[in-house]
């Protein structure tokens, strides 16, 4: 049965016609703070998009011969370009013109798995395309054809970047091992603790991700057959519930690391040791 034309009104600001809703003129009847919200996400995106940029290609202050104190967005470090000491991995590449990062090998594969993991989306869908901002806010736009068609349909290749992430992370992992040096043989500081919280955090949130909870456990039909899987899918599950907290949280220490490096490798502060 088909809802009476007279109540085929258009919603709000968006020109699209609903049966049975009310024709209002405000965009929203919401009196709160609504916007904060999107406005805090935009300034923090922005605000890490912009510093890992000029840190990405300013090529120096990235490496602590001392200690082994390597950034992680210069990790790793591949080319012939890189200082001498930082390429734990060897030089598969000569030298970079100064246009292209030395962390290019992976910085891509990095943006990637972060601008279509599902948390992102949903920040940056709100955020910055008003699809929609907030609850009971109206959005700008006249249609939405979700993510089936370009570009928002590239967002299907998640899973394969987070293949790639695993292998970053263990590239990370690598890099705090290799850290805990001094010139006079083993040896940690405060750098120590920052790179390896850091690692610690980048692994929890690479595994928290969607895509490594189908991994784990999304296609078995019976968990009783498999005990040991679903016992890392309920782990993973778990750690799934922080994944917008890890998100953010992540940001916050690899700008931490990666300032901490640049003061101790320029010069500008020591770095705190308790052994070596």
């Given at each position: ?45 922005a605000t890490f998009i912009v510093y890992a940029t000029v840190r990405a290609f300013v090529r120096t202050a990235y490496w602590v011969p001392d200690y082994h104190y390597l950034t992680p967005f210069y990790s790793p470090c591949v080319s012939t370009s890189c200082v001498e000491g930082s390429s734990h ?188």
């Amino acid at each position: 049965m088909s809802a009476p034309a007279d109540n085929d009104v258009s919603r709000a600001g968006t020109g699209v016609r609903s049966p049975g809703r009310a024709l209002l003129a405000d965009r929203t009847l919401r009196t709160d703070r609504w916007w904060l919200q999107p406005l805090l996400t935009v300034l923090g995106l922005a605000t890490f998009i912009v510093y890992a940029t000029v840190r990405a290609f300013v090529r120096t202050a990235y490496w602590v011969p001392d200690y082994h104190y390597l950034t992680p967005f210069y990790s790793p470090c591949v080319s012939t370009s890189c200082v001498e000491g930082s390429s734990h991995f060897g030089h598969w590449f000569g030298d970079f013109p100064s246009w292209i990062p030395l962390g290019a090998l992976v910085l891509p594969f990095l943006l990637g798995f972060r601008l279509t993991c599902y948390y992102y989306r949903k920040a940056y869908y709100r955020s910055v395309w008003f699809s929609p901002p907030a609850c009971a806010v109206a959005e700008p736009h006249g249609k939405y054809s979700g993510e089936t068609k370009l570009p928002l349909i590239i967002q299907n290749v998640h899973r394969y970047f987070f293949y790639v992430a695993v292998i970053v992370s263990l590239v990370n992992t690598y890099d705090a091992v290799v850290a805990f040096q001094s010139p006079s043989g083993f040896g940690f500081g405060l750098g120590n603790i920052i790179i390896v919280a850091n690692v610690v955090l980048l692994w929890a949130y690479t595994l928290s991700c969607h895509s490594c909870r189908h991994v784990t456990g999304g296609r078995l039909k019976h968990f009783s057959k498999h005990p040991v899987r679903y016992w890392v899918w309920t782990q993973v599950s778990r750690l799934n519930t922080r994944h917008m907290q890890l998100a953010w949280t992540t940001l916050g220490t690899l700008v931490l690391t990666d300032l901490y490096v640049m003061l101790v490798s320029s010069g500008a502060i020591a770095d705190l040791r308790f052994v070596g």
